[in-house]
């Protein structure tokens, strides 16, 4: 049985699994290397005892360094080669050769680093805290026509629900009865607020602005639209594989080629204190830290622009794109038909029957009369009142306005009642195919309505900007006819286009462009996309229209309906990249001078320390670059 929230009690918080900066080990850790140092300069420099002093950084350096060579050592058995091997290293000698001062800001600067990369990593979730806490927490449900408040985890699918104005979608589902303006752009981004009325699907965590609305539950609140988007989020935030593999990628080179300057530091002066001094400087943390820094804070800036990145290698590959693959319906178009023109029969204007046509559909809930009375909505055309409306399901409306008896429907369905207009209808339509509707006017054929997939309003100047940012090729593959696919490609402007697809052909064609060596980036919509949003480098799918299957198959997901956010996410991807090398490099650069100079005993230890940590802190501050607006 479902709990029961008393009147006026509030409904539990349940609190979501996301990130909250720095873990307080790691900040514990931190502060008790910083306390180590600080009492230790105090006795060493305030009260004048040097031999206190270098005791307690001894202790310091033996209990907080020996953590860091521990997991070092665990992750090189475990057969990773950790780039903090160098520190480990230099630790183990600052302890061996009673230089526990360096040895200690080592280890500040590596849990210091740890430290800043958990408070990147917070700082990445806020996209997803946002959510979170904007996700409902109660619903009001209807049993017997008595309205009891309960928690939204005790939804299952048919409850009947009340939603208030001002309060939230408790979970998916569709109104049942009630008229309403509801705020979805927190799931889609989108400003416009959706009309809502019978029949119309609803996504929970959307914002009820006017009427009360009665819904039914058309699935759990866990398993609604909503919460999808927050685990595709949380999943972006805890994917750090490419990250861990960039670092390694330079660490296979640098922690030897390290190593090897020690050796010959130690084969020239015979100085271990030289050594020592040319590990403290070359410890790795840019290589450790910024990396991920940086990339994680380029996920932020993607999930602010609603384009989430559920796998974390989708990041760098988009960023080296060469080719942008998409679908057609529901992708580049709008996924439903629209009314693309009104043929009228002499003696008749467009816009008039139009208008006529709208006042007898305004009553159905068909696809096609929903679409004409929205074609009339948007040409300023007032329908007049109509009456004496019937609807036959699948067929067409009859209606009265004006005094005239009007029918709109299938061709079938309107010479039924008046077979003489058959061929006027057959001189208006001709020979072309299509999806289309049929008016008369008593007795007489009025107009042909034709209908078709649009184009979604900007796609040239997006497809224009692929190009611009270094897409080499655009294609358009699709399951629809050529004709219908050649149409779509030549309004937004692509010049490869190919139809009648299946999903195999769709995939076939994304491997062969992969085995020439391109980077391709697939984008669609419908299930049958998710075969080829699996096989391409990144897998981008629309929410929005995407099924569960089609969000699991892609690398990113676009929280929305605006395929023109890629063009954002591509640019994100590059600018991120290329920070976090710059990072990278930059940090090496350094830590390789200061080594020349640590090999020739201009540097000590002690101050190579200092001076590491001060290159760190540069680093670490250019990849946090990666999180501001472009």
Known sequence: MAPVIPPGAKPPHRPGRILTGSSPITLLRVGAAIAFLAVGAAVRFGGRDPATADTIWRWGLGLLGGVVVVRTLAGVAAGRLAADLVASFAIIMAFALDQSFAGLVIVVMQTGGEALERIAEGRASRALRDLEAAAPRWAHRIRDDVVTDLTVDTIVVGDTLLVRPGEMIPCDATVTAGQSH??????????????????????????????????????????????????????????????????????????????????????????????????VVATPCPLIL??????????????????????????????????????????????????????????????????????????????????????????????????????????????????????????????????????????????????????????????????????????????????????????????????????????????EAHGDLLPEDKVATVEALMRNGERV????????????????????????????????????????????????????????????????????????IAMGFAMFGMIPPAVGAILQEAVDVAVIVNALRAARSM
């Open 182 to 279: 509801v705020d979805a752009s927190t799931m889609t981004g989108e400003p416009v607020p959706i009309s809502a009325g019978p029949g119309v699907p609803l996504m929970g965590g959307a914002l009820n602005l006017e009427g009360p609305l009665t819904l039914r539950a058309t699935a759990p609140a866990a398993e609604s639209q909503y919460h999808r988007i927050v685990e595709l989020v949380r999943n972006a935030q805890a994917s750090k594989a490419p990250l861990q593999r960039l670092a390694d990628r330079y660490a296979i080179w640098f922690t030897p080629l390290t190593l090897a300057v020690c050796a010959l530091t130690y084969l020239v002066t015979q100085d271990p204190i030289r050594v020592l001094a040319v590990l």
């Open 290 to 495: 910024a990396t991920p820094i940086a990339i994680v804070a380029g996920i932020n800036q993607m999930a602010r622009r609603h384009v989430v990145i559920r796998r974390g290698s989708a990041l760098e590959q988009m960023g080296h794109a060469t080719i942008v693959v998409f679908d057609k319906t529901g992708t580049l178009t709008l996924g439903k038909p629209q009314v693309s023109r009104v043929i009228p029969a002499p003696g008749w204007d467009g816009d008039t029957v139009l208008r006529i046509a709208a006042a007898v559909e305004q009553g159905s809930g068909h696809l096609l009369a929903r679409t004409l009375v929205e074609a009339a909505s948007r040409a300023e055309l007032k329908p007049p009142l109509a009456v004496d409306v019937v609807e036959s399901p699948g067929a067409g409306v009859t209606g009265r306005v004006d005094g005239r008896t009007i029918r709109v429907g299938a061709l079938s369905f309107v010479i039924a009642a008046h077979p003489g207009s058959h061929a006027e209808f057959a001189r208006l339509s001709g020979a072309n195919a299509g999806l289309r509707a049929f008016v008369t006017i008593d007795g007489h054929a009025a107009a042909v309505i034709e209908y078709a997939d649009r184009a979604r309003v900007g796609m040239p100047r997006f497809i224009d900007r692929l190009r611009q940012s270094g897409i080499r090729r655009v294609l358009l593959l699709s399951g629809d006819a050529q004709a219908n696919v050649d149409g779509i490609a030549d309004a937004v402007g692509i010049d």
């Open 521 to 592: 980036v697939m984008v669609g919509d419908g299930t049958n996309d998710a075969p080829a949003l699996s096989a391409a480098t990144v897998g981008v799918a629309l929410a929005s229209g995407g099924s569960g299957i089609t969000a699991e198959a892609a690398d990113a997901v676009i929280l929305g309906d605006d395929p023109s956010r890629l063009a954002e996410a591509i640019d994100i991807s590059r600018r991120t990249m290329r920070i976090a090398r710059q990072s990278i490099w930059g940090g090496l650069v350094l830590s390789g």
